[in-house]
C-alpha cells in the first residue's frame, strides 16, 4: 500500500484475545476530555526527566563513530593503532574487527550492508567506532584514524539514478523494486469527458527529522545480558534488533526508553550506533555512551524524500472530478525504503478515474525512514495545488471544489465506508473559524507586499489496532499503577493513558503512576508511530482498568451483600445510585486489603470488519509576500482535526499547533542541500538547516476539534492526531501565496529566491 | 540579547558566537586568557589534555574540579556533575537545549568553557527549584503544556526565566524575540508563548518583578 506499513508489525494484522466483556462506549465523562497537564510534567520541567542521553553511569565510557566523508567508496585500509595510542582511548572497532560483519539494512529477504562495511554508500556511513574516557578523547582518536578511500562516482538526482551509465548503488537496477501501479475505472475517458484538466509537476525537498534528542544509547553488559538505555520511539522494535545483532535472547536484552526527545519517525528501528556500543562495552568490560553529534544525526538517521510529482486532474463544468492521474518519484537513498507519495490522493476525493504510480530509487544519500506522515505531506503538497489550480480554472471556489468532491466511501479499500467521516467537518468548521469567505473575498492589491488566504485537506491512512496490552495494579489504598509498553515521544502518551484509566476507576489522575516503555518490565507494544499510539493502545487500558473494576465490584458486592449490577464506582467509593447509604471507600474493601493488590490485564481487540476508520484534518492559512523581496510570512493559521474523541484538549491543541509547525518548515525553510560536485550535504547543522523558530511561526494560530467519538472502532472512540496535524499545512500555505500573488510556486520548500524565480515577470 | 544574526543565540557575557567560535579555533586558550583566575599562562599553548583547577559557583554551591581546558560547562555540568537537567543538542551554539544563566543572563553552555565560567555564578535548570517546589516559570510551562518532548524545555525555561528577570513585563514581540534562540522540533512555540506571559504576570504576583 505505501511505507507507513513501516510503523506496523508485518504482515496481517495478528489477532488479540477479545477483553472478557466487550466495553460500551463512555456516556459522559469526567477525566477523559478535560485539559489537564501532563502526568510527567514535573519531571520534564524540573530537569529531574531522565533522557536516554542523560544517564550517567559509573566506570562509564564514551564512544564515537568514524563516517565516510564521501558519497561513494571503497575503504581500502583502516589504521586504528594511532588512536589506539592516544590517552584515555580504550578500544576501536573497524571493518576487520569481530562483530563488524553483522548484516544490517534487512529487506526483501536479505541484508544490503554490515554492520562496518568497506563500501560505503552514503556520506556518513559507519566505518569504525572508538571508546574512551571522555567524549574530547573521542573526537582526538577519531581524527587520529588512518583511512584510505577509493572514492568512486556517485548519483544522487533521482530523476539521473535510472539514467543509461548511472553508477549502480548496489548490483543491479537503482529501482528499489518495480513502480507500484494503482488503477481504477478509465483515465483517459474521465478526462476526454472533462470540460476542465489541469496538470502540473511539482518537487519537494528532502526534510530531516532533527528531533532535539540526538540519536543514541547507553549500554551496560552483566555478564551475556545487556541492559540498553535508547532514545526511541519503541523499545520493543530496538530489543528485537539488538537481540539478533548480537545473537542473544530476547529476555538477555532490557531496552529503557522513559523519556525520549522527540522522533518523528526517526527513532523506529534500531540505529548501528546501539550495537557498536555493545561491541566496545564487551570489549573494555565497562559501560558506553554513544551519542552521535548533531552533524552526523543529518546523514545517518533518516530522512523524508523528496519527490517529484505529477498531477493531472479533470473536472466537470460543476466541479465533479471526473479523472485523477498522479505519477511520483522520489529516493529511498542508499538502502531500501519507499519513497511512495500518492496513497491520498487516491482516497481523498471522490472519484471514479484514478491511476497513481510511485517509483522509488536508489541513490548514494543516507537512507530514508518514515517521517511524520510518510509521502503524505508530498502528496498534499502536490494534489492541493493542483485542486487549487483546478478551482481557479472552474471558476469555483477552492473550499466549494473540495466539498463537492468530499467522498462517501474508502475508494480503494473495497468501496468501505468510514466509520466517521470527518472531512466535510474538518473544512465547514475549519473555514467558518478562520473566517474563510470573507478573507477569500478581499482583494490582494498590487501593492508591494501582499495578502493572500489558502487551505488545504487531508486523511492519514491508518488507525492502528492489536497488539497490544496493558496492565493496571490497584493498590489497597485506591491509588493504581498503569504499566504499558508504548513510549511518550512527546504526545502526551502516558498523560492520556493515565485519563483513560482515571476514567475507568473513578480515581484523580493524581492517584495513577505510570512505568512503560521498558521491555523488561512492561507488556509488548509496538512502536509510537504513524498516529496510531492512542488508538491501538488506550482501549487496551481501558479494558485494564475495567478488568480492576470488575474485581472491585465483586469485592464490594460480596462484603455489602448486594448485587454487583447494583454497585459503581464513583470518586475513589464503590456507591450504589439508588441508595445514597452505601458509600464504600475502595481502601476499606476488605478482599482488597487481604490482597494487597488487584492487577487487571487488558488487550486491544481487534479492529472491527466492514468499516475504514482514519482521521481527516483540514488547514487554512494567511500569509504576507513581500513581492519584491520573495519573502514569505505566514500570519495565522487555523487547524481542524477530525481525530474521534479529544482524550485531553491541552495536549490535542499542543499537538496540533506543533504539527502546523513542521509543516510551515516543509512549506519555507527545510531542504537538505547536497553539493553536486562533492556529493557531501552542505548544511548537516541546526544553523544552516532551517528549523522553524518561535519568529518564523504566526502568533495566531488555533486548533479546531470535531472531537467526535468513533464508537465503532474502537472503546475509547479514538483516531490519530500527530500525522493529520502536519500533511496539508504546507500546501495551504503554498496555496494562500498564490492567492495574494498570483504566483504558483511548485517547488518547496518557497524559499525568497524560489518565489522571485517562480514570480519571473509577474514582479511589481 | 541579540547576537550580529539578529536570530539565534544570546550575547554571552562579552563573547560573541562569532568571536567565540573564531577564538576556539585559535586554541581554546585564547577564549579563557581573558579571565586571569585561571592558572594557565595566557602565552603559552596549554595542552589540552592537562588538568587545571577551577571552582564553579552552580546554583550557590561552589564545586571545586579539575577539567581540561577545552571542556565545555556543558559537558562538566552534565557528566561530571550530572546535573542533567540542563540538555545537549548540538554543541555548537544553534540550538540552545543547553542554556543555562551566567550571571543571571542565559548562556548557552555548550558554547562556554568551564574554565571560563570559574568566578561566576551559573544557574541551572535544577536552581530554579526551591526544594521540590517549582519555580515560577516551570510552574507556568506545566500548566500551559508548554513543551511535548520536554527535551528543549530546561533551555526553554532558562531563557524564559533570564528574560524574566531583565524585563519583568515583556511584550509578546519581546518574548518571541528572546525565545527565538532555543529551537523546538515538536513546535510548542504558541503555549511557550503563553507559559512565559503566564510567568510574568505570576512573578509580579508575588513581587519578583
Not at chain 1, 568514524?66 to 567508496?73: D, Q, Y
Not at chain 1, 578511500?149 to 539514478?161: G, I, N, R, T, W
Request: proline fraction near 7%; hydrophobic fraction near 45%; include cysteine.
Amino acid at each position: 500500500m505505501d511505507n507507513s506499513g513501516t510503523y506496523f508489525v508485518a504482515g496481517a494484522l495478528p489477532e488479540a484475545a477479545t477483553p472478557t466483556e466487550p466495553l460500551p462506549p463512555w456516556t459522559s465523562t469526567r477525566v477523559v476530555g478535560a485539559r489537564l497537564p501532563r502526568v510527567d510534567a514535573y519531571e520534564r520541567v524540573s530537569g529531574t526527566a531522565v533522557y536516554p542521553i542523560d544517564v550517567v553511569l559509573p566506570e562509564m565510557l564514551y564512544a564515537g563513530i568514524l563516517r565516510c566523508p564521501h558519497p561513494h567508496a571503497r575503504v581500502r585500509r583502516v589504521d586504528l593503532s594511532p588512536a589506539l595510542a592516544l590517552p584515555g582511548v580504550r578500544a576501536a572497532i573497524g571493518p576487520d574487527s569481530p562483530g563488524a560483519d553483522i548484516p544490517w539494512y534487512r529487506a526483501q529477504g536479505r541484508a544490503w550492508s554490515r554492520l562496518l562495511d568497506r563500501h560505503c554508500r552514503h556520506q556518513g556511513e559507519e566505518v569504525a567506532a572508538v571508546a574512551a574516557e571522555t567524549p574530547y578523547q573521542v573526537a582526538d582518536a577519531l581524527k587520529a584514524i588512518a583511512v584510505e578511500y577509493e572514492v568512486l562516482p556517485f548519483v544522487l538526482d533521482e530523476e539521473q539514478a535510472t539514467a543509461p551509465g548511472a553508477p549502480p548503488v548496489h548490483e543491479g537496477s537503482n529501482r528499489v523494486g518495480e513502480p507500484a501501479v494503482y488503477e481504477r475505472g478509465d483515465v483517459a475517458a474521465g478526462l476526454a469527458a472533462a470540460a476542465v484538466v489541469v496538470e502540473r509537476t511539482f518537487r519537494t525537498a528532502c526534510e530531516l527529522h532533527a528531533p532535539m534528542e540526538v540519536h543514541g544509547s547507553v549500554v551496560r553488559w552483566d555478564g551475556n545480558r545487556l541492559t540498553v538505555w535508547d532514545t526511541t520511539q519503541g523499545v520493543f522494535a530496538v530489543q528485537a534488533e539488538v537481540a539478533r545483532a548480537l545473537g542473544l535472547p530476547l529476555a538477555h536484552v532490557r531496552v529503557i526508553g522513559h523519556y525520549m526527545g522527540g522522533g518523528f519517525g526517526a527513532k523506529l528501528e534500531a540505529g548501528k550506533y546501539t550495537v557498536l556500543a555493545a561491541l566496545l562495552a564487551r570489549a573494555t568490560g565497562r559501560p558506553v555512551k554513544l551519542f552521535l553529534p548533531r552533524e552526523d544525526t543529518f546523514l545517518a538517521t533518516g530522512n523524508r524524500p523528496a519527490n517529484r510529482l505529477t498531477v493531472k486532474l479533470g473536472a466537470a463544468r460543476d466541479g465533479t472530478l471526473t479523472a485523477l492521474e498522479i505519477t511520483s518519484l522520489g529516493a529511498a537513498g542508499a538502502y531500501p525504503a519507499s519513497a511512495a507519495a500518492t496513497f491520498m490522493a487516491t482516497e481523498l476525493y471522490a472519484c471514479p478515474n484514478v491511476r497513481a504510480r510511485d517509483e522509488t530509487v536508489f541513490i548514494h544519500a543516507g537512507r530514508a525512514r518514515p517521517m511524520r506522515a510518510p509521502g503524505y505531506p508530498q502528496c498534499a503538497w502536490a494534489l492541493e495545488q493542483a485542486m487549487d489550480e483546478l478551482a481557479g480554472k472552474l471558476g469555483m471556489d477552492p473550499l466549494a471544489l473540495r466539498l463537492k468532491n468530499v467522498p462517501r466511501t474508502a475508494q480503494r479499500r473495497g468501496n468501505l465506508p468510514y466509520s466517521t467521516a470527518g472531512l466535510e467537518e474538518c473544512l465547514r468548521r475549519g473555514a467558518e473559524a478562520f473566517g474563510w469567505e470573507r478573507a477569500r473575498r478581499a482583494r490582494p492589491g498590487r501593492a508591494t507586499i501582499r495578502r493572500g488566504v489558502g487551505m488545504a485537506a487531508c486523511f492519514w491512512g491508518f488507525s492502528g489496532g492489536p497488539p497490544s496490552t496493558a496492565i493496571v495494579k490497584l493498590f489497597s489504598d485506591g491509588s493504581a499503577t498503569l504499566t504499558m509498553g508504548a513510549s511518550d515521544i512527546g504526545t502526551g502518551t502516558k498523560t492520556v493513558m493515565a485519563m483513560v484509566a482515571a476514567e475507568e476507576l473513578a480515581i484523580p489522575v493524581e492517584r495513577i503512576a505510570v512505568e512503560h516503555a521498558d521491555t523488561g518490565t512492561t507488556p509488548y507494544a509496538t512502536p509510537s508511530g504513524g498516529s496510531k499510539t492512542v488508538p491501538t493502545d488506550s482501549p487496551a487500558v481501558r479494558a485494564a482498568a475495567a478488568a480492576v473494576r470488575r474485581q472491585v465490584l465483586e469485592l464490594a458486592a460480596a462484603q455489602l451483600q448486594r448485587p454487583v449490577e447494583e454497585l459503581t464506582l464513583r470518586e475513589g467509593r464503590v456507591v450504589t445510585p439508588a441508595d445514597p447509604s452505601v458509600s464504600l471507600p475502595m481502601s476499606a474493601l476488605e478482599g482488597l486489603q487481604r490482597q494487597g493488590v488487584l492487577v487487571g490485564v487488558g488487550t486491544r481487540a481487534p479492529n472491527p470488519e466492514g468499516t475504514v476508520t482514519i482521521p481527516f484534518a483540514a488547514h487554512f492559512a494567511e500569509v504576507e509576500v513581500n513581492t519584491a523581496t520573495g519573502e514569505v510570512r505566514v500570519l495565522r493559521v487555523v487547524a481542524a482535526q477530525d481525530s474521534g474523541r479529544v482524550l485531553n484538549r491541552l495536549t490535542f491543541d499542543n499537538q496540533t499547533l506543533g504539527g502546523v509547525v513542521m509543516g510551515l518548515g516543509f512549506a519555507l525553510t527545510e531542504e537538505r542541500v547536497l553539493d553536486p560536485a562533492t556529493g557531501r550535504m552542505v548544511n548537516a547543522n541546526l544553523h544552516d538547516y532551517k528549523l522553524p523558530t518561535m519568529l518564523d511561526v504566526p502568533v495566531e494560530m488555533a486548533c479546531v476539534a470535531i472531537d467526535r467519538p468513533d464508537e465503532a472502532f474502537n472503546s475509547t472512540g479514538t483516531k490519530g492526531l500527530g500525522e493529520p496535524a502536519t500533511i496539508p499545512t504546507a500546501a495551504a500555505v503554498a496555496n494562500a501565496i498564490f492567492h495574494a500573488t498570483g504566483v504558483r510556486v511548485t517547488d518547496a520548500p518557497i524559499t525568497p529566491a524560489r518565489f522571485l524565480a517562480a514570480a519571473g515577470g509577474k514582479r511589481g | 540579547m541579540k547576537d550580529e544574526d539578529g536570530h539565534k543565540g544570546h550575547c554571552c557575557g562579552g563573547v560573541s558566537r562569532r568571536g567565540f567560535l573564531s577564538s576556539v579555533g585559535a586554541g581554546a586558550v585564547l577564549a579563557a586568557a581573558g579571565l586571569p583566575a585561571v592558572p594557565v599562562a595566557a602565552e603559552q599553548p596549554a595542552d589540552p589534555a592537562e588538568l587545571v583547577r577551577v571552582t564553579l559557583r552552580i546554583n550557590g554551591r561552589a564545586h571545586r574540579l579539575l577539567v581540561e581546558p577545552r571542556w565545555s560547562l556543558l559537558f562538566v555540568l552534565r557528566e561530571r556533575l550530572v546535573l542533567t537537567g540542563t540538555k545537549v543538542g548540538c554543541e555548537r551554539g544553534e540550538c540552545g537545549a543547553c542554556t543555562v544563566l551566567v550571571d543571571g543572563l542565559p548562556r548557552y553552555a555548550c558554547l562556554t568553557l568551564a574554565v571560563e565560567a570559574q568566578g561566576h555564578e551559573v544557574t541551572t535548570i535544577e536552581g530554579l527549584l526551591r526544594g521540590e517546589e517549582l519555580g515560577v516559570v516551570q510552574q507556568a510551562f506545566l500548566e500551559e503544556d508548554a513543551f511535548q518532548c520536554g527535551f528543549c524545555t530546561p533551555g526553554q525555561i532558562m531563557a524564559a526565566e533570564g528574560l524574566l528577570r531583565a524585563n519583568p513585563d515583556p511584550t509578546v514581540a519581546e518574548i518571541r524575540a528572546a525565545m527565538a534562540g532555543n529551537l523546538c522540533r515538536c513546535g510548542a512555540y504558541a503555549h511557550i508563548v503563553k507559559a512565559v506571559r503566564r510567568a510574568a504576570a505570576a512573578r509580579r504576583e508575588v513581587g519578583h518583578g
